[in-house]
Nanobody, 111 residues
Framework: VQLQASGGGLVQPGGSLRLSCTAS??????MAWYRQAPGKQRELVAT???????DYADSVKGRFTISIGNPKNILHLQMNSLKPEDTAVYFC????????WGQGTQVTVSS
């Protein structure tokens, strides 16, 4: 299984981005988005369960939305009201980090 994240880029503070994650050969059930800022450890940003229950890190609650598309082999992260501190490489994986890590997608929030 190879996870492929995309949709990152450079955006001004207050802007929005929509990240996507795809993988061949599997359907997503319990999944998560993570991010790693320069010099920091990878952190959990958002999770979604098979029952579509979601949970978010306090730092992104109310601004980010995680969802699974249809068919269930695409994962999204809608990011609104972006802040400079959201700058990081974003990765997708399961909440238990079942799959090999992909390369992630760079999100840079800067004016």
């Amino acid at each position: 299984v190879q996870l492929q994240a995309s949709g990152g880029g450079l955006v001004q503070p207050g802007g929005s981005l929509r990240l996507s994650c795809t993988a061949s050969g599997i359907y997503f059930n319990n999944m998560a988005w993570y991010r790693q800022a320069p010099g920091k450890q990878r952190e959990l940003v958002a999770t979604i369960t098979r029952g579509r229950n979601t949970d978010y890190a306090d730092s992104v609650k109310g601004r980010f939305t995680i969802s699974i598309g249809n068919p269930k082999n695409i994962l999204h992260l809608q990011m609104n009201s972006l802040k400079p501190e959201d700058t990081a490489v974003y990765f997708c994986n399961s909440p238990t980090m079942t799959y090999p890590w992909g390369q992630g997608t760079q999100v840079t929030v800067s004016s």
